[in-house]
């Protein structure tokens, strides 16, 4: 038999979920003929034959996630391309110190014997042993559990970290146990996440592990607006401004070297909201780019995000985020900054309300602004000089 193992797909990625399969078992296929269509966290992948052939096997089922290196179709036949991949199951390491068990004349025949010997000497005492408590969680606030209430936890499959304990000293007891496994139980099976929302997961543990995030906030008065603009696109064009005023903002930060980069260049990364989870695709260079130039290129981008077909270079490279979270509602926020940058602004909905202009009560069109930013390396006075050349840019009339 050969095997084909699931391919590096680049950008890093370690696994992918199977959104569909092309084939089935007993398919011939040719080269290059798409096998199965894989989700991982930026786009949808094609993977195609490696070879002629006949299928044989397929690994996984629709939905399930597959690591990169892992098997992925079985052929009929021997291909010397891939001939170290049929050792896997042999080659495949201990799982839960427990060795793959071997095949023997007994276990060909279907039959297992198990002949019930203790091996050594079994001894006995009147002794009584006293559990030790340990902790769950880190710190010193950790919940305490005895080794026998932690088996039960794990045999019924119950995150100790949930649970509410109820008995002396802050101790999770049998009892807790098994009235959250009850209510597990009644809500149904926990939903995976996949994709793009697992990908945000781990985007915002890494966030919450190293950046140290501040926001200040202030209003745009929208009152010279006196003809339709395009928010997006103002907002964008207000960025560059902020980051003139302030260039602090327009960096990445290394924390290894615990360093900054200043950024020549604004390539501003856009917040995309869809069914399937948030993606942060990039406008490259938008400085130098026309109003309409950057229409075009958020219009294409919101395309491709929806169609998943983004190309992997447009989801990287950003030196400062927008979010213009307003559409949908809310005033202010404080938005995850997404390592190596330092800066994420966001924009509230707009509302009409009443306001001194140039020493008159007016009603006017107000945007709330937030600008989070990383503290490590961004002072309050950067941030503060940044939003005040962002409002000042929003506040012209054209």
Known sequence: ??????PDLGEGLQEADIREWHVKVGDAVT????????????AVVEVPSPQTGVIKKLYGAVGDTMDVGKPLVEFEGEDSSFASTARIESERPAKDGIAPAQDTGGARSGAITDTGTVVGAMRSSNDVVAEQVTTVGSGGGGLKVIPAVR??????????????????????????????????????????LKGPRKAM????????????????????????????????????R?????????????????????????????????????????FVAVLQDVASRTPDSLR?????????????????????????????????????????????????????SLRDA?????????IAKILPLSVSFDHRCVTGGEATRFLAGLIADLELAE
Request: proline share 6%; with cysteine; charged share 20%.
């Open 1 to 6: 038999m050969s095997i084909f193992k699931l």
């Open 31 to 42: 080269v290059d003929q798409p096998l199965v269509a894989v989700e991982t966290a930026k």
């Open 151 to 192: 088996a039960l936890a794990h045999r019924l499959n119950v995150d100790l970290t949930i649970v509410t304990p109820s008995g002396p000293d802050g101790m999770i007891t049998a009892v807790d146990v098994q009235r959250v496994h009850k209510i597990l139980t009644e809500i149904g099976p926990i939903e995976k």
């Open 238 to 278: 207000a960025i560059v401004a902020g980051v003139k005023a302030q260039p602090a903002l327009n960096a990445w930060y290394d924390q290894g070297e615990i360093g900054r980069r200043v950024l020549e260049k604004i390539h501003c990364g856009i917040a995309v909201d869809t069914a399937d989870g948030l």
């Open 354 to 362: 009443v306001v001194p202009v140039n020493g008159q009560i007016v």
């Open 201 to 236: 997961s781990r985007a915002m543990s890494q966030a919450r592990d190293e950046v140290m995030p501040t926001t200040v906030t202030e209003d745009a008065v929208l009152h010279a607006w006196t003809t339709p603009q395009d928010l997006t696109v103002r907002l964008i």
């Open 296 to 348: 075009r290129g958020l219009q294409k981008m919101k395309e491709a995000v929806r169609a998943r077909n983004v190309p992997a270079e447009e989801l990287r490279g950003y030196t400062i985020t927008l979010s213009n979270f307003g559409q949908f509602g809310g005033k202010y926020a404080t938005p995850a900054i997404l390592p190596p940058t330092v800066a994420i602004v966001a924009a509230g």
